[in-house]
């Protein structure tokens, strides 16, 4: 399985992103799908997860930090997860992984300038 995230890159704060997630390989079993972010020095948080709460329903988690501000959506007949990124703060700039457990992708760089 593999999981290729686009979408990061400069933006001033107040402004706004889309990260995008494709998946590829043996999906069949991927149900739940999410994103996190690395700091330099700081913890992994995870950001948003989109997880099946059974027949066709999924619902949302997010970190406090960023509810309000992100929303993950996801399009499951193209395997992707977006995550929508508003009002973005210098706090908000780390590296961002798709996941769909127990598979991550490599990274795209978010970096907010105050």
């Known amino acids: 399985v593999q999981l290729q995230a686009s979408g990061g890159g400069l933006v001033q704060a107040g402004g706004s992103l889309r990260l995008s997630c494709v998946v590829s390989?043996?999906?069949?079993?991927?149900?739940?799908m999410g994103w996190f972010r690395q700091a330099p020095g700081k913890e992994r948080e995870i950001v948003a997860q989109?997880?099946?709460?059974?027949?066709?329903?999924?619902?949302?988690d997010y970190l406090d930090s960023v509810k309000g501000r992100f929303t993950i959506s996801r399009d499951n007949a193209k395997n992707s997860v977006f995550l929508q990124m508003n009002s973005l703060k210098p706090e908000d700039t780390a590296v961002y992984y798709c996941?769909?457990?127990?598979?991550r992708g490599q990274g795209t760089q978010v970096t907010v300038s105050s």
């Open positions: 996941q769909a457990p127990p598979y």
């Open positions: 390989g043996r999906t069949l079993r991927i149900v739940n």
């Open positions: 989109s997880k099946w709460s059974g027949g066709t329903t999924y619902y949302e």
